[in-house]
């Protein structure tokens, strides 16, 4: 809105061509969404304590020390980021960019789905929301209407291939498959942060180093002069994502202030599925699907420990892990909360620096 606004009047006041500056703008979007959250956010948890009595329902069968810790703690917290990623995107993004639209319509469908799962649990008692097949169902609409609207957008010999991290030049085409492809990226980023966030804090912080990387490389994607240094495929105008991915990063640092230990709110559904789906988008958009699976490397590991223990109980009887997703085995190991939030961070940052690596090496 700003870049539409003020840029046009940087002839008569020339202080205003730093908003043709896309590294200001997204500066600005990390700053504004920061400061939504801290604004907003003692009204919304003030809000949410009222509404939902309770707080969120804790699960019988998980740790037992989350019924004591956790019990009367709102959920939906996730509102917090969505208003201030939407508000300080709007503002400072270029909207006639139609890659800014795919990654907020992603972010917002799937932050309406979780708040109707969060919503029927709340008001339900019960820990049980939307039915799973449902759920799913509106994730996989969601997702094959923002890659079909990928594959319009982007260049014609880039519409519907897949490129290989480590390898020059090497660009796979999908064909038809590519948009189904695009789904399952978006839908299992989604679910695997879903599954992440169990503990406080544990989610938002890899969440927002996740975004923090690919900050950078759609600024890189989108710069013809950067991409071909470092030979990436060039991607005109997903350079703009950088806005968005900013104000990601502010609002998930406002959010992480009231999810911090003890946390005062959690951002539920609301919020993990919609950040999830937020990745999974950008990483479509940018060419980068594999690279996000390096970057979210921490949220793949939860995902599949799941996977597993299912399977194994399904075929065996037995469990590989003594509770799944993998953080909540390390806290039946005795592990103190903050010690795994913290140790899952480290890991975190060292998979976000592998996959930065794959800029260089290829």
Request: charged residues 10%; glycine residues 12%; hydrophobic residues 55%.
């Amino acid at each position: 809105m700003l870049y539409h606004l003020l840029y046009p009047l940087a002839d008569q006041f020339p202080a205003f061509n730093v908003f043709r500056y896309l590294t200001f703008r997204t500066g600005g979007a990390v700053m504004t969404a920061l400061v939504i959250s801290f604004l907003i956010g003692p009204y919304l948890i003030r809000l949410l304590r009222i509404r939902q009595k309770g707080g969120q329902p804790i699960r019988d069968d998980g740790p037992e020390s989350h019924l004591l810790t956790k019990q009367g703690t709102p959920t939906m917290g996730g509102l917090m980021i969505l208003i201030a990623v939407v508000f300080s995107t709007l503002l400072w993004a270029d909207l006639a960019n139609g890659f800014v639209w795919v990654a907020l319509g992603v972010t917002v469908s799937y932050g309406v789905i979780g708040f109707l799962d969060d919503y029927l649990k709340v008001s339900r008692r019960n820990h049980k929301g939307l039915p799973g097949k449902m759920k799913l169902l509106l994730q996989f609409a969601f997702a094959l209407a923002a890659a079909l609207w990928c594959v319009r957008l982007m260049p014609e010999h880039l519409s519907t291939t897949l490129a290989v991290p480590f390898f020059k030049g090497t660009l796979v085409n999908l064909g038809w498959f590519f948009p189904v492809f695009g789904v399952f990226v978006m839908v299992g980023a989604s679910n695997s942060v879903n599954l992440t966030d169990g503990l406080d804090g544990l989610a938002i912080v890899p969440v927002m180093i996740a975004a923090g990387v690919f900050m950078l490389i759609a600024y890189l994607v989108g710069n013809s002069v950067f991409s071909g240094y470092l030979q990436l495929h060039y991607v005109p105008g997903t350079g703009e994502l950088a806005t968005f991915l900013g104000a990601l990063v502010g609002g998930g640092l406002g959010f992480l202030w009231y999810n911090a230990p003890p946390a005062r709110v959690f951002m539920g559904d609301t919020g993990s599925l919609a950040l999830g789906g937020a990745l999974g988008a950008v990483s479509v958009i940018t060419k980068h699907e594999l690279v996000l699976a390096i970057v979210g490397g921490l949220f793949v590991l939860e995902t599949v420990s799941v996977i597993v223990q299912v399977m194994s109980f399904k075929l065996t009887g037995k469990r590989v892990f003594r509770m799944a997703p993998l953080h909540h085995h390390f806290e039946k190991k005795g592990w103190a909360e903050p010690t795994i939030v913290i140790r899952f961070w480290i890991i975190a940052t060292i998979l976000a620096l592998i996959g930065l690596s794959t800029l260089k090496l290829r």
